[in-house]
């Protein structure tokens, strides 16, 4: 079982962070690759951490874990109260902006999502008060994992097909795509490209996990990243300012965010984004994402899966050649 990173631990009540400690030691219950993805705090309710797309519950009898909750530990108020402010530094009111999204981030690009009241005002969050439940999202780089696909993408020292990834959720899209964002910056050497200019828009700050601006994750040398903006806000912004050879988004989900990309692609640049489902025929039957399938817009659509672990590449489809790929 791998540790967690220091920046989480230190993140957590002192209750929790005990428990932490505790069950960050080899259980051996537990077997293969075990990688702790979430934490799960609900005040009242017990303490899940989430590994493998399975949640295990903290057995207070036997001071390891379960996938039942026998003897659950019990996340208080106050353990939710004091993890929260731990993350704000003991000051609310300077994490303010972040709040009002719903998510903080933390040194090392781990995401805390938060949810309690939310007071509204003309329509928009200005504030979330009474905080019932946090999840902590442990964010890992795998560089290398979209090696087996890189070559679907690039074409050459200098064109990239455009391309949307179809996934689940917690199948690993995100990891994936920081992986190509970093190939597409740097180049690579391999496929004998040179590299582009990306531009990021990372509006839930998973791709890049910025913290104070800083990526903490590598996302390449001549990637610009626009943090927590709507996508059709950032592309324009994007294409006005930075004149990027590629733009990359996570998570496409609305008519108006799909009506961007052609903007983009107008511009001339390239696309790379993802979007939730698990098969083509998924996609084309929401009204709202059918465009997506349009062979002008993109060139391949990569499937995930976790049926092999989180980043199972089941197959690439050439949206121009109506033909299916098997990524070996």
Not at 173 to 196: A, C, P, Y
Request: proline share 3%.
């Amino acid at each position: 079982m791998n540790k967690l990173p220091r920046e989480i631990i230190k993140s957590l009540s002192p209750h929790i962070r005990e428990i932490i400690e505790k069950i960050s030691k080899e259980d051996v219950r537990i077997t293969g690759n075990f990688e702790i993805e979430e934490i799960r705090l609900r005040a009242n309710k017990p303490l899940i951490l989430n590994a493998n797309n399975t949640d295990y519950f903290y057995d207070a009898d036997t001071e390891g874990l379960s996938i039942y909750p026998l003897n659950p530990y019990i996340v208080t108020k106050e353990d939710v109260e004091q993890t929260f402010q731990i993350i704000c530094k003991y000051s609310i009111h300077s994490f303010m902006d972040d709040i009002q999204k719903g998510f903080i981030t933390l040194s090392g690009g781990h995401r805390v999502g938060l949810v309690g009241k939310v007071i509204v005002e003309n329509g928009q969050v200005k504030n979330i008060k009474h905080i019932s439940s946090l999840n902590i999202r442990v964010s890992r780089e795998i560089k290398g994992c979209a090696d087996k696909i890189l070559g679907y993408i690039i074409e050459g020292k200098n064109k990239v097909n455009n391309t949307i990834i179809i996934s689940p959720p917690q199948c690993g899209k995100t990891t994936l795509l920081r992986d190509i964002v970093r190939n597409l910056s740097n180049g690579n050497e391999q496929l004998g490209f040179h590299g582009m200019k990306v531009s990021l828009i990372d509006e839930r700050n998973e791709i890049a996990g910025s913290y104070l601006g800083i990526p903490q994750m590598d996302v390449g040398i001549r990637t610009d990243i626009i943090e927590t903006c709507p996508k059709e806000l950032g592309i324009t912004m994007l294409l006005r300012s930075m004149s990027p050879n590629i733009i990359v988004t996570d998570e496409i989900g609305s008519e108006q965010e799909v009506k961007s990309l052609y903007t983009a692609l107008n511009g001339g640049v390239g696309l790379i984004t993802t979007v939730h489902g698990d098969s083509i025929e998924d996609i084309k039957n929401r009204r709202e994402l059918s465009r997506l399938l349009d062979e002008e817009l993109f060139k391949k659509a990569i499937i995930l899966s976790a049926k092999n672990g989180a980043g199972t590449i089941e197959k690439i489809y050439d949206l121009e050649e109506k033909r299916w790929y098997f990524a070996n």
